[in-house]
C-alpha cells in the first residue's frame, strides 16, 4: 500500500472548517483514499473513503487532487467533540489489515 | 452499522498472570479480524490477523506464543496475553471486517491493560 504524509498537528477554532491534507504521492490506480479518526482512548472510527471522485458524508468530504497524489479531508463545521487523531490510509480495495500512520492531531478550540 | 464489541475495556493483572480479550460482531459475521496494540502517544500497530477456523497470522516481532489469538466463530475472536509482563502493557484494539471493503473495517472500543 502506498505511504502517506500528513501533519502531525492543526488547530481549528470551533464552528470553523477543519481542512486535514494528506500526500500521497505514490498512489497507485487501484488504490483507495480512506480517512479514519481516534479520540482519545478510543478506537478508530471510519470517516469516508473514495477512489478519484469528491465524496462526501454526514461526517465529512472528501476532496482528492486530479492527479490523486494528495487529499483534503473537510469537516465542515467543527465541534470540540472533533479532536482526535486522523489517519489517512491508502489501500487497495481487497486489502488486508490497515496500516496506520502517525497521522494529524487536531485540536478544535473554544 | 456494523458494530464491534471489545470486553474489557479496562484490566489490571499481576505479572507473570494471564488475560483474556473478547471481540464480538455484533450484527455481521466477520470473517476476518485483526489485532492492533497502542503505546501511549504512538500510532497502531498491527499485531495478527486471524481467520474464523484458521490460525492466525502474525507480523513480524510479534510473538505467537505469548499473544494467543483464537477465531472460532465468524462473530467470536479473543487475544490471551500469555504470562504478562509490565512492558505488555499497552492499549489492544481490535478490528473486524465484513467483506465489505467499500466500508472499510470497524473497530471494538479497546482495551486498556495494565500489568503491575
Known amino acids: 500500500d502506498a505511504k502517506t504524509t500528513q501533519p502531525p498537528s492543526m488547530d481549528c477554532a470551533e464552528g470553523r472548517a477543519a481542512n486535514l491534507p494528506c500526500n500521497h504521492s505514490t498512489i497507485s490506480g487501484n488504490e483507495y483514499v480512506y480517512w479514519y479518526r481516534q479520540i482519545h482512548s478510543q478506537g478508530p472510527q471510519y470517516i469516508i473513503h473514495g477512489l478519484k471522485n469528491n465524496e462526501t458524508n454526514e461526517m465529512a468530504s472528501l476532496i482528492i487532487t486530479e492527479d490523486r497524489k494528495s487529499s483534503t479531508l473537510i469537516l465542515p463545521h467543527a465541534t470540540l467533540r472533533d479532536t482526535a487523531v486522523y489517519y489517512c490510509i491508502v489501500r487497495t480495495r481487497s486489502g488486508y489489515a490497515l496500516n496506520f500512520g502517525k497521522g494529524t492531531s487536531l485540536l478544535v478550540t473554544p | 452499522g456494523a458494530v464491534v464489541s471489545q470486553h474489557p475495556s479496562r484490566v489490571i493483572c499481576k505479572s507473570g498472570t494471564s488475560v483474556k480479550i473478547e471481540c464480538r460482531s455484533l450484527?455481521?459475521?466477520?470473517?476476518?479480524m485483526f489485532w492492533y496494540r497502542q503505546f501511549p502517544k504512538k500510532s497502531l500497530m498491527l499485531m495478527a490477523t486471524s481467520n474464523e477456523g484458521s490460525k492466525a497470522t502474525y507480523e513480524q516481532g510479534v510473538e505467537k506464543d505469548k499473544f494467543l489469538i483464537n477465531h472460532a466463530s465468524l462473530t467470536l475472536s479473543t487475544l490471551t496475553v500469555t504470562s504478562a509482563h509490565p512492558e505488555d502493557s499497552s492499549f489492544y484494539i481490535c478490528s473486524a471486517s465484513t467483506g465489505e471493503y467499500d466500508y472499510g473495517y470497524t473497530f471494538g472500543s479497546g482495551t486498556r491493560l495494565t500489568v503491575v
Open positions: 450484527d455481521f459475521q466477520a470473517t476476518t
